[in-house]
Each structure stands twice: as structure tokens, then as C-alpha cells.
Nanobody, 127 residues
Framework: QLQLVESGGGLVQPGGSLTLSCVIS????????IGWFRQAPGKEREGISC????????KYRDSVKGRFTISSDSAKNTVYLQMNNLKSEESGIYYC????????????????????WGQGTQVTVSS
């Protein structure tokens, strides 16, 4: 019954901002790690950020550091990805995934570590 639903994607000009949401049902955020990933056409699913919800520990790929922020709202069972100063090459389908934690600050960036996925939300950065 664990489900994830992404929302918030759309069309934005280069330099613009979007906030994505991932609502998780069937589980609380406790003892879970959540990751955000991007998949462009013909390319692999690429890790963007991850969050250990209990500790607040997070990780980002180098290309988005200082521009993207991952956060959570346990009352709403939701994880967010605030994306600022978006670039054209960051277009793609954005997915959230989750798995149980195995140790403190468990926060892998690789897609293979996650067993549950949403259907994705399209982000298009174009002028």
C-alpha cells in the first residue's frame, strides 16, 4: 500500500524556480529515506538529492548545491524539492523514491537503493 505521488512540475524559463512535492501514503516518514531523481529522454535516472527524514540529514549532487533544497513536513507526510535558478539541461521527469533506513543518516543518492517510486512529474526548462 506504500505509494508516492509527485506534483509541482511544469514549464519554467531558465533561471526560474519550481517546488516539487512528494506525498507518501501507507507509511510515515519515520525511519525512511527519501530521494529525488531526474530522468531525461534517453538517459539514466540521475540522483538529485536525498533526505533522512528522522535526522534531517541531506545530500545533494554537486551540480545543484546552493540552488536546490530538500525538506519535509511530517504532518503532511510530504517531501519537497525547492529548485532555484533552473537550467535548460535540468529538464526531465522528476521522481521521488523511498526506502527504509538501515543506519543513522542513511541517505544514498543512487537509484538502485530505492524500492518504491512515484510516477514522476515533468519539468521543462525552456525559453
Amino acid at each position: 500500500q506504500l505509494q508516492l505521488v509527485e506534483s509541482g512540475g511544469g514549464l519554467v524559463q531558465p533561471g526560474g524556480s519550481l517546488t516539487l512535492s512528494c506525498v507518501i501514503s501507507g507509511s510515515t516518514l519515520s525511519l525512511r529515506t527519501i530521494g529525488w531523481f531526474r530522468q531525461a529522454p534517453g538517459k539514466e535516472r540521475e540522483g538529485i538529492s536525498c533526505l533522512d527524514s528522522d535526522s534531517g540529514y541531506s545530500k545533494y549532487r554537486d551540480s545543484v548545491k546552493g540552488r536546490f533544497t530538500i525538506s519535509s513536513d511530517s504532518a503532511k507526510n510530504t517531501v519537497y524539492l525547492q529548485m532555484n535558478n533552473l537550467k535548460s539541461e535540468e529538464s526531465g521527469i522528476y521522481y521521488c523514491g523511498t526506502r527504509t533506513t538501515t543506519s543513522p543518516h542513511y541517505c544514498p543518492i543512487g537509484a538502485a537503493n530505492y524500492g518504491y517510486w512515484g510516477q514522476g512529474t515533468q519539468v521543462t526548462v525552456s525559453s
